[in-house]
DNA sequence: CTGGATCCCTTGTGATACTG
DNA sequence: CAGTATCACAAGGGATCCAG
């Protein structure tokens, strides 16, 4: 993609916007949180995931954490908020159909953390 | 994976070590600039990467940064430092067989970051 | 050139208390 | 219940100087 100017640099150039997209990714998807609510939400899709729901399912995060994350992804149009007409009031977050174009990214995660686990114990008995 | 007990936790159960292998994985990746490092040293793994070098193919990291990130990339068994018998001396990096393993998790984030830049285009048009 | 040491500012994150 | 405000601290990260 983009201007070819010669062999040589063609792959520079394409090295260069492969870091650029990644920065983005990272920098959108980076942080302790934000990819594990992804996950979460996309293993629920089916149900409600109202705010305490949601804390309660991660283990760890803080309401001003949970907060702050999801309005981050809201902003980026992969979560939508919506209040529920209850007493008291709930507010439902899920993903959004473009949300879920992260979930090839969460799926690699996963593979790689239980991977990884496993490479930690073959290194224990060697 | 794991022990079956019956069809309503199951579910529960995978879900839960999907969030720990992720936050495993969010740990020993995570930051900004662990993943750029290894997207670097993969995209040339052909050519003998020293300190200077990669400094200068990641655009804004500092020594210090990128002293601390490839020290904890090395302990995670990422990538190999060999120093190199020249003068004045120069240390090389390379990613390792194992650290290749990461490739599918930088490709999706290089291609979901290409793609959100075409999303962000298009919501600008709209 | 490599990269440790130091200083310092910014940001991330947690704890707690509080409001609608 | 949802979410904000506040305080407090740890971690992230930059700049600079320096030594092997």
Redesign the interface.
Known sequence: MGTVKNKGNV?EAS?Q??????????E?????WK??IM??LT?RTAEHNHFKKIQRG??GISAKMLAKELKDLEVN?LVTRTIQDTRPVTVDYAITA?GK??I??????????????E?IKE?VLV
Chains 1, 2 share one sequence.
């Open positions: 792959r090295c916007e492969e870091l650029t997209a990644m920065r983005d990714s990272i959108i998807l980076g942080g302790k990819l594990l996950r979460y293993n991660i283990n149009l473009y174009s992260i090839p990214v969460t799926d690699m995660l996963v593979q790689w953390g239980l991977n990884h686990r490479k290194e």
